[in-house]
């Protein structure tokens, strides 16, 4: 069974557009959870644009099935997860400009830095993923840094999948097959595999039959969905397309 940790970043971005308390993103964890999701994803980024650090903290107390904390691999950002002690910490890359995470994290050419973070926060007792793209020379570095999963960054998938752009049939299926080789290879290395970013109710079922992806990381569809119906019925129709029961 394929488990879903819903992203809540931008249950943080409506709230920070007024810089107002609501909406409450404890109520937004605990709808998810109602709903049938395996956990919570949030990013704290080093702008503080949506995640705040009371946020963390606060959620840190409250979710009780996953908390999985996006963050770079800079040394305040694993000061606050070795305090904060979130189930994982996903390490990912960070630009200022971006509007949203923009690849994976080159592992390969910042494998010192990498490893000195994720030494830290598995001391801490932290599950520590790293985010990348489907190539097999960053599945392999993973694997050295001492990673525990990673988790597959699906950003070209998503935009060939984008029924705005139509991509073409052929570039979809060898997107997913190069999606499925590096999986395949991480779990031939022991790694746990995740992927995300872009899944939508329309496209996530052939990612969600990969194997050995055992977790999905979905945000922005789902709130995006959830502005419309809810955060209950957006997560459980979620959960359907996952299995292969589209909206």
Sequence with gaps: MIRL????????????????????LVTAAALADLAGASGITIHLRG??????????????????????LEMAAT??????????RPDTATLVPESPDEITTEGGLDVVSHEGEILRATESLTQAGILVSIFIDPDLAQIEASHRVGANQIEICTA?????TDPTKRGKASDIESELARIAECAARAGELGLQVAAGHGLTYRNVAAIAEIYPTEELNIGHNIVARAALVGMERAVREMIAAINGRLI
Aim: net charge negative.
């Design 5 to 24: 940790n819903v992203n809540i970043d931008h249950i943080a971005t409506i709230r920070q557009a007024r810089r107002s308390f609501e909406p409450s």
């Design 47 to 68: 702008d503080r644009r949506h995640i705040q650090d009371e946020d963390v903290r606060v959620l840190r107390a409250v979710v009780s099935t996953h908390l999985n």
């Design 75 to 84: 040394d305040e950002m694993v000061k606050i997860a070795c305090s904060e």
């Design 156 to 160: 070209r998938y998503a935009e060939l």
